[in-house]
């Protein structure tokens, strides 16, 4: 079921009634969220269920996560007209319907045709925040999760071409991976606050061979890297936004997201040093 921008206002109108190990960027954990309270954003459930795809941020999304295939799940995704909250949990529902039992994800992405082009200068941006964890201890024994990623298509496989990270021990983390590059190589890691407001902002050209990708958060350059393997010659990527835990998780995951741009060849330096405000 499909849920177009107008259905949705209706909807919500009613409820209403650089190196591996670079410079640190700020403190792993901090105390007290500034984004949006659970009831500021809208529940997406029509008949129980969020839609397989939904319009948002002027884009239409598909939607990976429990609530399109199990009834009730009000915290997967809840939207404002310009932001975003998802959440994933323990839970064996908390998956996309044809992911992997032990698979936690609540994402949304634009897979449709045309992907991403190869050989492009591509800008994103975004603002976010990651609520602090309840059980750093139990994650720092899994695997760590994506928050963004630019998945690198079916035909080749396997991790995104570029994604942004938690690791388990809750460091923000960049990593790339393409046809030359098939293991992958992490080209940031740090501490970044939770429950603290953040700026990101990327510059990529996918290519096989001769990729390129630019990362600044929160107005410092944290990578830097050109000549490098990201993506495949197939020329498949798309973005996806969200949640997206592969070795599962042991307390909630919340990811709030707003000031959003999807990737495409419009210059976005004026964003690089632009400070997100929620109030």
């Not at 936690?104 to 925040?129: D, H, Q, Y």
Request: hydrophobic share 35%.
């Amino acid at each position: 079921m499909d849920l177009s921008r107008r259905d949705y206002c209706l909807f919500a109108l009613g409820a209403a009634l650089i190196p591996a190990h670079g410079r640190a960027v700020g403190s792993s954990f901090a105390r007290t969220p500034v984004g949006r309270r659970y009831s500021d954003y809208q529940s997406t459930l029509v008949n129980g269920f969020t839609p397989g795809h939904i319009d948002w941020n002027g884009h239409k999304w598909r939607c990976a996560m429990g609530s399109t295939w199990h009834s009730g799940m009000d915290h997967s995704l809840r939207l404002t007209p310009e932001r975003a909250r998802f959440e994933i949990r323990e839970s064996g529902f908390d998956r996309g319907r044809a992911d992997d039992p032990g698979k936690r994800r609540s994402e949304i992405r634009i897979p449709k045709s045309p992907r991403l082009p190869n050989g492009v200068p591509l800008w994103g941006a975004m603002s976010f925040l990651h609520h602090q964890w309840e059980d750093p201890a139990g994650m720092a024994r899994n695997w760590g999760g994506a928050h963004g990623q630019l998945h690198i298509g079916s035909s080749f496989g396997g991790s995104p071409a570029v994604a942004f990270r938690r690791t388990r021990r809750g460091d923000f983390a960049v990593t790339t991976r393409g046809e030359s590059d098939r293991d992958g190589t992490r080209r940031y890691e740090g501490p970044l606050a939770f429950g603290k407001l953040h700026n990101l902002v990327y510059r990529v050209v996918l290519n096989p061979r001769g990729g390129a990708l630019v990362v600044w958060l929160n107005g410092q350059a944290i990578v830097d890297v050109r000549d490098v393997s990201i993506g495949s010659s197939e020329a498949e990527c798309y973005w996806s936004i969200g949640c997206y835990y592969s070795g599962g998780v042991t307390c909630p995951i919340i990811a709030e997201y707003g000031d959003h741009i999807y990737p495409s060849p419009s210059d976005l330096r004026r964003r690089i040093r632009f400070k997100p405000n929620w109030d």
